[in-house]
């Protein structure tokens, strides 16, 4: 399915690199990894400022944002950050495991 500029996206990995430029006007650049490479991902500072603890301590997140295609270079403009266990817990709550079936011996 191709990904066009604009289109929601989540995604998650490792935290394999993190930029804060004094010349990027308070934006915040990480890099993820996951199985398929490497991802770009662009925080506003309002968005960093409300994720910073998360940011600079989580090594899994999951994020959730708007792609944006320029020029070939594929960036992902975050709204929410979650760590992976707190994603994980979330998940879990809407959607809880089956209880198991009772098994009766008499």
Do not use: W
Not at 6 to 24: H, L, N
Not at 38 to 67: A, D, F, M, S, W
Request: with cysteine; aromatic share 8%.
């Amino acid at each position: 399915m191709p990904l066009f500029t604009g289109t929601k996206v989540r995604t998650a990995g490792y935290v394999v690199c993190r930029q804060a430029p004094a010349t990027a006007k308070g934006h915040v650049f990480l890099t993820l990894e996951d199985e398929e490479g490497l991802l770009n991902i662009v925080l506003k500072p309002h968005v960093y400022q409300k994720y910073r603890y998360l940011v600079r301590t989580e090594p899994l997140i999951v994020v959730e944002g708007i792609l944006q295609k320029r020029e070939g270079i594929i960036n992902i403009v975050a709204k929410r950050l979650a760590s992976l266990k707190q994603e994980r817990e979330r998940q879990q709550a809407l959607y809880p495991p089956p209880a198991p079936k009772a098994r009766n011996f008499c």
